[in-house]
């Protein structure tokens, strides 16, 4: 499967933005998604994810409350909203995707077995 992320952006403190990660390939539906972010000089964080039914949703404890991850199989897209966002949000945010028959984490880099470029946002205080 091909991700391809967009709709990061510059945006003040307490803005919100909506991040999309278009899928092509295999069908959609057969894949978990989730968001990962990086910080120059830090490593990728995970952000949210969920199942490929979108029965089950994860939120790192950084974002609940503010992001939420949904998903149209019809469109072939994942999307992150995020809401009251602030600076510490700044980074690249990264779409992976992983066979809904994987048990691996969904909070670590190691549970996805693909990925997109990444979309920059930036959020000034």
């Known amino acids: 499967v091909q991700l391809q992320a967009s709709g990061g952006g510059l945006v003040q403190a307490g803005g919100s933005l909506r991040l999309s990660c278009a899928a092509s390939?295999?069908?959609?539906?057969?894949?978990?998604m989730g968001w990962f972010r990086q910080d120059p000089g830090k490593e990728r964080e995970f952000v949210a994810a969920i199942r490929w039914s979108g029965a089950s949703t994860y939120y790192a404890d950084s974002v609940k409350g503010r992001f939420t991850i949904s998903s149209d199989n019809a469109k072939n897209t994942v999307y992150l909203q995020m809401n009251s966002l602030k600076p510490e949000d700044t980074a690249v945010y990264y779409c992976?995707?992983?066979?809904?028959?994987?048990?691996?984490?969904?909070?670590?880099?190691?549970?996805?077995?693909?990925w997109g470029l990444g979309t920059l946002v930036t959020v000034s205080s």
């Open positions: 992976a995707a992983r066979s809904r028959t994987v048990l691996r984490s969904y909070y670590k880099e190691g549970g996805y077995d693909y």
């Open positions: 390939g295999r069908t959609f539906s057969s894949y978990d």
